[in-house]
């Protein structure tokens, strides 16, 4: 009887210590899945392309209709992803503003439109750098599998129109990138943005504060090898 309960007692420790084992090693590997390694300075460097509209919102343009205000709209990007849930980018972005006044303001078309307005047109550019969130990543653990990632972004830049007066702006930039994995080095990217830019840079001086642009564009990233995380 005793070594009968000497043999059970035995056997339900190593029961006991190969679940303990296992839990630990489940554990563990649990621990690694959510952690990466950091690559070196030269991966996971990306450049990016699109073109879409925006529309500006600046002293009087509520004297015409939306569809009106609107314009087209194009951008280049490059960055670098540092970690799966943040990188940093510089992008050239901009092309054309409209917009309207009820004086004449330094754009504006030489006569008053039949509405009793004047249109004001110009060509711009934003230069910005920004910081990139992958929230996916973030909230989710980092998955190369995963066809969807949402990357909110933050920045500041310069605003240069091309036409004269030439007048320049300090730039405050905010978004979302919706992007689509469609390959390993390529993604499909929707992206909804904002640039805040000083009262002055549309040619109006009405009211203090900050003029808005917002805009969407459709567009394609392609990612340098190497690329993704460990």
Do not use: C
């Amino acid at each position: 009887m005793k070594k009968f309960l000497t043999t059970v007692t035995l056997t339900l420790a190593v029961m006991s210590t190969g679940h303990v084992n296992a839990q630990t090693v489940k554990e563990n590997n649990a621990i690694h899945t959510k952690s990466v390694e950091t690559n070196s300075f030269w991966s996971n460097w990306f450049i990016s392309g699109s073109g879409g509209i925006q529309t500006y919102f600046g002293d009087n343009d509520n004297k015409a209709s939306f569809g009106k205000r609107i314009s087209p709209a194009v951008d280049f990007s490059v960055g670098k992803w540092f970690t799966p849930g943040l990188g940093l980018r510089l992008q050239y972005s901009g092309l054309q503003s409209k917009s309207f006044s009820s004086e004449p303001s330094a754009y504006s078309k030489p006569h008053m439109l039949s509405e009793g307005y004047y249109q004001d047109k110009f060509n711009y550019m934003n230069l910005h750098g920004d910081i990139l969130f992958n929230i996916s990543n973030m909230l989710a653990g980092y998955n190369p599998d995963r066809i969807y990632d949402a990357v909110p972004f933050v920045g500041f830049g310069f605003a240069h129109s091309y036409d004269k007066p030439h007048l320049n702006s300090l730039a405050f930039n905010f978004g979302l990138i919706n992007t689509f994995h469609v390959a390993d080095a390529w993604d499909l990217n929707l992206e909804l943005y904002g640039m805040g830019a000083e009262n002055k840079f549309d040619g109006k001086t009405l009211n203090k504060g900050l003029d808005v642009m917002l805009g969407a564009s459709v567009g394609v990233t392609y990612k340098f090898p190497q690329r993704g995380f460990k």
